[in-house]
């Protein structure tokens, strides 16, 4: 009976520590496909500044009805504040909207970060900045996302191996 236990245990650990560790290599492919997606809505909000001439709340009302999830939610969020709020800062709505975004979402604290810094030149100045400040924001995202794509199966190779690995580990200890 003991010695049952014992095996079940094991298994159970083996399966726990297995499944974290398929589960941060599913993180790292979802953190590259919300930088995909943010990189995309980045360029939609771009159009909607530059050449419909939309303000802010409207461009980003817009942008966030056409993504779904956590980043539509973002938009649409911002855009709601910016309208329900007219006389705060953008930089301010917005670095509140994206801390709000903490636990929800695959990206790391610098991605975070450098979507917060986004909107610190956003809203008020003239419109060459404002494209300015985007492209500069698509270049870091782009030099991130190349630098994820090029580790990504040995990262999500080396996540899914340690679980396994330190599953078995523990299994041969306890047990």
Known sequence: MQGWMKLSGAVCILWGAAGTGIWFAGRYRQRILELEQLKQMVFLLKGQILYAGAPLPEAFGTVGKRVTGTLGNL?????????????????????????????????????????????????????????????????????????????????????????????????????
């Open 75 to 175: 938009f649409q969020e911002t855009a709601a504040l910016l309208e329900a709020q007219p006389g705060e800062p953008f930089p301010t709505v917005w670095r509140n909207a994206v801390s709000g975004m903490e636990g929800k979402t695959a990206l790391s604290k610098s991605d975070r970060q450098m979507l917060e810094s986004l909107g610190e030149h956003l809203g008020f100045l003239d419109r060459e900045t404002q494209e300015r400040t985007l492209l500069l924001y698509l270049e870091q995202v782009d030099t991130e996302l190349l630098v994820l794509r090029e580790h990504k199966q040995e990262r999500c190779r080396l996540y899914t191996s340690l679980g396994v690995m330190g599953g078995l580990f523990l299994a041969v200890i306890l047990v």
